[in-house]
């Protein structure tokens, strides 16, 4: 069973920058793949970032490249999303998701394909 705590959320001006943690219970963390996902009001939930469970492999969608920066610290259980260059449209609660494990962040993009949830961390950019 792995548990998950994000943190880091709050109110930025464009342009700003936040960083958001995951940190994990259990000790299965540094064998899985983790994952960012976005949930805009009235949108569907969508991949942000993926790190695989060795750390060496990481995506990104499209709209994220360049801005965000996902990694984990395994000796700590936790895993981040640095966040620069903010805009309003990355406005979203953002859920951190521990997939099953050995995966690499390419089959980590899924909702489906993870198997734990945290309750997610509120982002709101301002203009």
């Known amino acids: 069973q792995v548990q998950l705590v994000e943190s880091g959320g709050g109110l930025v001006q464009a342009g700003g920058s936040l960083r958001l943690s995951c940190a994990a219970s259990g000790r299965t963390f540094s064998s899985r793949a983790m994952g960012w996902f976005r949930q805009a009001l009235g949108k569907e939930r969508e991949f942000v970032a993926a790190?695989?469970?060795?750390?060496?492999?990481?995506t990104y969608v499209d709209s994220v490249k360049g801005r965000f920066t996902v990694s984990r610290d395994n000796a700590k259980n936790t895993a981040y999303l640095q966040m620069n260059s903010l805009t309003p449209e990355d406005t979203a609660v953002y859920y951190c998701?521990?997939?099953?494990?050995?995966?690499?962040?390419?089959?980590?993009?899924?909702?489906?394909?993870?198997?734990?949830w945290g309750k997610g961390t509120l982002v709101t950019v301002s203009s």
């Open positions: 790190i695989g469970w060795s750390g060496r492999s990481t």
């Open positions: 998701a521990a997939g099953p494990l050995y995966r690499s962040a390419s089959y980590s993009k899924t909702e489906d394909g993870m198997d734990y």
